[in-house]
Nanobody
């Protein structure tokens, strides 16, 4: 059974950067598409970015394009989200997920981590 554990969240000032990591155990990630999602209080979980099994294809939601970068290291069984130029509206719990489909829809994801809090505030 695949298990995912996120890390790297925290409190950062507007304009700052964070790098989220999601480490897998119990299975290898190389056969899964991977995604980062976020959920703010009172809002639905939304896709932030997704990456295909090879890493050759990515999807970003419009509000993070040019600021966030998703990457994966199949040898390390880890997926990353580099977040730059952070804004207060990026504040949310960030989740990584694994899917058998290349998709940015949460319902297509079979496995989820427990989430890591990102707070952008001065």
């Amino acid at each position: 059974q695949l298990q995912l554990v996120e890390s790297g969240g925290g409190l950062v000032q507007p304009g700052g950067s964070l790098r989220l990591s999601c480490a897998a155990s119990g299975d290898t990630l190389d056969s899964y598409s991977l995604g980062w999602f976020r959920q703010a209080p009172g809002k639905e979980r939304e896709a932030v970015s997704c990456i295909s099994t090879s890493g050759g294809n990515t999807i970003y939601t419009g509000s993070v394009k040019g600021r966030f970068t998703i990457s994966r290291d199949n040898a390390e069984n880890t997926v990353y989200l580099q977040m730059n130029s952070l804004k207060p509206e990026d504040t949310a719990v960030y989740y990584c997920g694994a899917s058998n489909k290349y998709s940015n829809r949460a319902r297509d994801y079979n496995y989820w981590g427990q989430g890591t809090q990102v707070t952008v505030s001065s």
